[in-house]
């Protein structure tokens, strides 16, 4: 039973310049910001957690090139020539290596089968947010024209409630379901995602990077394997190296997997230090 009371609230707009260096940068978002709305919740007990945050730009991912990763995103949809530039490179790195696409939204319907139909020598095991997120008819289409080259729709990071994801789910619109920690409303409403794609048979790969989104996700991907799924058969978690020193409790990565965390609560909350510094406006680093 909770006994403690809320006693203060406070809300500060934190941004991290990570346009200077392009990471995150898409198809969408060429030069963003990674930013979260970050909240202090003060209570009366002592010992109380505090700590949340809401992300709130940029949704890319980085290739690492590391002997112990084996799985590579590949972000396409600007121009072909490039895509199949860029597919090769991440081919020569192995043959073995799992490989998949991201569009970020970027093609319409016929376009996007099209697309991936020209990507399918490359062999990815999934194209993600191949169209409109909100397109769940439009997403069963691809899905149904690009399942006989072995290749899955991935999508979920812009699904806002747990309706839309029964929707896709009831249409074979995907094949690997992306929740978002921060997209979802509460812990209870992923629980609930990850409770149907059990019953549908989808394997969950949560969308990850950002500004804390692997600190919290990582909750529910161990959640998912000891309490619901029980596999890791098609499952991954992304995982971006970068922001995490700004954060009391980070990630640890060990072999290219995440290690259960130790500490208490959802592991959000922040050093007070990079809360002042990156602040906006009026934090040292926007100065």
């Not at 707009?13 to 910001?33: C, I, K, N, W, Y």
């Not at 309706?163 to 249409?171: E, H, I, R």
Request: aromatic share 8%.
């Amino acid at each position: 039973m909770i006994t403690g009371k809320i006693t203060s609230l406070h809300v500060t707009d934190v941004r991290f310049p990570t346009s200077l260096e392009q990471h995150g940068s898409d198809a969408m978002h060429t030069d963003p910001d990674y930013s979260a709305a970050y909240v202090v919740i003060e209570t009366d007990v002592t010992d109380g957690l505090k700590g949340g945050l809401t992300f709130t730009l940029g949704k890319g991912t980085e290739i690492v090139v590391c002997a112990v990763w084996t799985r590579f995103k590949v972000k396409v949809g600007a121009d072909l020539k490039d895509d199949n530039r860029r597919c090769e490179l991440i081919r020569m790195i192995g043959s073995d290596n799992l490989m998949m696409l991201d569009a970020n939204q970027r093609w319409d319907v016929n376009e996007a089968i099209t697309w991936v139909k020209e990507l399918a020598k490359f062999k990815p095991i999934w194209i993600e947010e191949p169209t409109s997120p909100d397109d769940i008819l439009g997403h069963a289409t691809i899905s149904k024209a690009i399942a006989p080259l072995n290749i899955g729709v991935a999508t979920g990071e812009q699904c806002h409630n747990r309706v839309m994801f029964k929707q896709f789910l009831q249409a074979r619109a995907l094949q690997f379901l992306q929740i978002d920690s921060c997209r979802l409303g509460s812990v209870n409403e992923n629980l609930s995602v990850l409770l149907m794609a059990k019953k549908f048979n989808i394997p969950v790969c949560p969308h990850a990077g950002g500004v804390g989104l692997c600190e919290l996700v990582q909750h529910l991907i161990l959640f998912d394997y000891i309490s619901v799924s029980g596999s890791l058969d098609n499952r991954m978690c992304e995982y971006v190296d970068h922001l995490h020193e700004h954060f009391k409790y980070p990630v640890v990565i060990n072999d290219a997997a995440y290690m259960p965390p130790k500490d208490p609560g959802y592991s959000t909350e922040m050093t007070e230090e990079s809360v002042l510094k990156y602040q906006f406006p009026s934090g040292e680093v926007w100065q």
